[in-house]
Every structure is written in C-alpha cells, then in structure tokens.
Antibody
Framework: EAHLVESGGGLVQPGGSLRLSCAASGFTFSNYAMSWVRQAPGKGLEWVSAVSGGGGSTYYADSVKGRFTISRDNSKNTLYLQMNSLRAEDTAVYYC????????????????WGQGTLVTVSS | EIVLTQSPATLSLSPGERATLSCRASQSVSNYLAWYQQKPGQAPRLLIYDASNRATGIPARFSGSGSGTDFTLTISSLEPEDFALYYCQQRNNWPLTFGGGTKVEIK
C-alpha cells in the first residue's frame, strides 16, 4: 500500500522560503503523477501544484505561480515543493497526494495522501 | 478557473437516513469530477472518481452521478462513521479546483 510522509514545514517570516519534501513508498513512484494540496486552518482544500510521473509537465494554481516550484527525484522516490516569497495567506497544512492507477495517462485525482506538514508564515 | 459550488453547506441527518450532496460547476467538466471525505484531523479520502466510479475499498452505500455541470453524491443509508466533511474536485481544466465542502452532521 502507498505511504506518503511530508516534512519540511515550520514557521517562516513573510518573504521567506521553505522546501517541503514528500517521501513515497509502497508503489512505483515514477509511474504516478503527484500533487500538493493545502488546507488553511479551518478552511477547505486548495490544490497547489502537480507534476507528471516523469517530471516533464508541471502545473500550478494562480495563487502560487512564479513563487512555488514543484519537482521530483524518481531515483529517491521523493516529491518536493520549493516555496519562495511566502505570504501570510500561504499558512496551511500542505499535503502531498498520489494519482490513482490508470490504464494510460494520469487522472489528477488523489487516492493516497500524506499526513500533512504545517507551514506558518508569520513575523 | 472553474468554480465548484457545493450545497447545502450543512446537512443534518440521522443514522440510517439517505444523504444527497450536490456539486455544481461554473462550466462543464464532462464527467471529470471526484468526491472526497474528510474527518477532523485526517487527510481526505477519495470516494468517487470520474463522477460515478467508486474508489478502491469504498462501500457500496456511496454512489455518484451526474455530468456536465451538475453532480450528486448519495449515501444510501448513513452509518455513524459517515458524518464528516465532503468535497468535490474537478480535473477537466487547469487549475484543478475543489468545492467549498458540505458538512454532514448528526441530527
């Protein structure tokens, strides 16, 4: 069974940077698209970014475009999210999430999620 | 950006009752819609994908229907563990978007 573990969250000042990591196990990592989804305290879910299995295609929410960069290292079964120019409104639990199995291509739904890592942007 | 509007915001029902949750898209998403369940302090769980396909391990009391702009998640007979938040999500267009959620609470 797939297992995802996020790390790298913490307290950062506005304008600062953080790099989140998501260690994956239990599945062939390179075969699946992966995403980051966040949830501000007491709020709903917001998709942040996605990357294809090979890493060649990346997608971003408008709210983070130009500030966040998604990447993956398939040799290490790890997904990353580099977050720069952080703002107070980026405060949230960040989840990494895996695409479901498909017979071809990607769904860009989320069938396995990590436990989340909290990012707090505050002075 | 496709906006997903979920209704009602809160649904108050008793165990054993039928729950009907709605998700309306601001433009057609074909059948590219999923439903998730989230309980407090937990990550979401995929219930339904492509409007009507149950995800692995999801009980048959959960069903999804709809296409285009109007979608429904039905829980045929509520179990105690079904009281939770439910979100819809579309994948027809970038950016991917979620609805605002429906809370199913015990009456």
């Amino acid at each position: 069974e797939a297992h995802l573990v996020e790390s790298g969250g913490g307290l950062v000042q506005p304008g600062g940077s953080l790099r989140l990591s998501c260690a994956a196990s239990g599945f062939t990592f390179s075969n699946y698209a992966m995403s980051w989804v966040r949830q501000a305290p007491g709020k709903g879910l917001e998709w942040v970014s996605a990357v294809s299995g090979g890493g060649g295609s990346t997608y971003y929410a408008d709210s983070v475009k130009g500030r966040f960069t998604i990447s993956r290292d398939n040799s290490k079964n790890t997904l990353y999210l580099q977050m720069n120019s952080l703002r107070a409104e980026d405060t949230a639990v960040y989840y990494c999430a895996k695409d479901p199995p498909s017979s071809g291509g990607y769904y860009y739904y989320f069938d396995y999620w990590g436990q989340g890592t909290l990012v707090t942007v505050s002075s | 950006e496709i906006v997903l509007t979920q209704s009602p915001a809160t649904l108050s029902l008793s165990p054993g009752e039928r729950a009907t949750l709605s998700c309306r898209a601001s433009q057609s998403v074909s059948n590219y819609l999923a439903w998730y369940q989230q309980k407090p302090g937990q990550a979401p769980r995929l219930l339904i994908y492509d409007a009507s396909n149950r995800a692995t391990g999801i009980p048959a009391r959960f069903s999804g229907s709809g296409s285009g702009t109007d979608f429904t998640l039905t829980i045929s007979s509520l179990e105690p563990e079904d009281f939770a938040l439910y979100y819809c999500q579309q994948r027809n267009n970038w950016p991917l978007t979620f609805g605002g959620g429906t809370k199913v609470e015990i009456k």
